[in-house]
């Protein structure tokens, strides 16, 4: 069992995993399933940047590999 609150990198390994799981589950072709995770991706770094003030949009950014 887990105690206090999970990291931001549980987290983000977890919302992935529930959603490569409904992607899996659906009746999606591979390509919308791989659009619906990376964009899942995509999101999750916003969220994360934002929650942290780092966004940025210089090279540097934490999405910047997008």
């Not at 659906?26 to 916003?46: C, D, P, Q």
Request: some cysteine; overall charge positive.
């Amino acid at each position: 069992m887990h105690c206090g609150s999970p990291s931001s990198d549980e987290n983000s390994s977890s919302v992935l995993h529930e959603i490569k799981s409904l992607a899996e589950r659906g009746r999606y072709s591979n390509e919308m399933k791989r659009r619906l995770i990376r964009s899942t991706e995509v999101a999750w770094k916003y969220l994360e940047a934002l929650k942290n003030k780092q966004l940025s949009w210089s090279v540097y950014s934490p999405i910047s590999g997008s």
